[in-house]
């Protein structure tokens, strides 16, 4: 399924099977994960893909010499700079990411640097190298708080309430204004209280992350938030911040995003998920379905995560 301009809807091919580079393997594509991201470069709002691009960074398939690895986002440093040689290579200015610059996995066959793959056990378990991994990430960034707020309740959140669950934090969910199946599911999660996003929770939060893409719900977060908090922005693009008055950050609130993923998120998050384990609830589409996923994910109407299965 190719992207060839943006705004418009993906398109099926035929295309060459892809010949693996030096220090790439060919995975037979069993499952692609579906994400927020994909959207956001569909609808123009991530600008600079290479085009015509394969989208999908939350691969799972089977490698030429039949290990089953995962692609996540994170597709290619340069190993070199100050970011890289001191452990924060998702902020590498030269990175370059899966389905982006990189053709990704809404394809029967991709490939992949193979440094960056990970070992992983189950076709179904593709939302975990997306969705997962930048949940956990947040989780992390976001310290040790207890009571837990997490805005937007789709992909990521759904897997990371697991992981906070595990911790024994307190969990409270916020959704979109009148989605009571959303609101039903963050419960069913284990968040202990769950309301509008509008709405503030019946304690103070240690810390808050926004996951859905809308700038006006930092505000509302750091609202939330207790003195010494922390506001976690979770998603790689989201719509301008109104401003606010300067009493919501003061009181050392903290107000930080999150970029990418490393490599070791990926390792240490799939050993956690194996344990705890992580259950995806996932819908699923076959690959030509694409645009019907992109629209549905667009729409709000998907509850855990979408899948595509080729």
């Known amino acids: 399924m190719m992207l060839t301009k943006a705004r418009e809807p993906l398109e099926l091919r035929d295309v060459a099977v892809p010949e693996p580079g030096p220090g790439q393997v060919r995975l037979r594509v069993l499952a692609c994960g579906v994400c927020r991201t994909d959207l956001h470069i569909v609808d123009g709002e991530l600008d600079r893909p290479k085009l015509p691009l394969v989208p999908g960074h939350q691969i799972v398939g ?30 590498c200015p030269q990175a370059r990411f899966t ?27 593709a939302p975990l190298l997306c969705a997962g991994l930048i949940g956990y990430r947040s989780l992390r960034l976001a310290g040790d708080a207890e009571r837990l707020g997490l805005y937007g309740f789709g992909a990521a959140a759904h897997i990371v309430a697991q992981v906070a669950r595990h911790e024994g934090r307190r969990l409270f969910g916020f959704v979109r204004p009148g989605d009571e199946d959303a609101r039903a599911f963050a419960l069913e999660l284990g968040c202990e209280w769950a309301g509008a996003s509008d709405e503030l929770p019946p304690d103070e939060l240690d810390a808050a992350i926004v996951f859905a893409p809308a700038g006006a719900l930092v505000p509302l977060a750091l609202r939330a938030i207790a003195t010494g908090g922390t506001v976690v922005c979770a998603g790689i693009h989201m719509s301008d911040i109104p401003s606010f008055p300067y009493e919501l950050l003061w009181g050392e609130r903290v107000l930080r995003s999150v970029a990418n993923l490393t490599r070791r998120d990926g390792e240490e998050f799939l050993a956690l998920a194996s344990r705890i384990p992580i259950e995806t609830r996932v819908q699923e589409f076959p690959l030509e379905a694409a645009n019907e996923a992109l629209d549905k994910l667009r729409s709000g109407e998907i509850l855990g995560a979408a899948v595509l299965v080729v």
């Open 99 to 125: 389905g982006y610059d990189l053709d990704g996995g809404y394809a029967e066959y991709a490939v992949a640097d193979e440094r960056f793959c990970f070992p992983v056990a189950d076709a179904l378990a």
């Open 62 to 91: 089977v490698a030429d010499d039949g290990r089953r690895l995962g692609v996540p986002w994170l597709g290619w440093t340069c190993a070199k700079c100050r970011y890289c040689t001191s452990g924060r290579e998702n902020l």
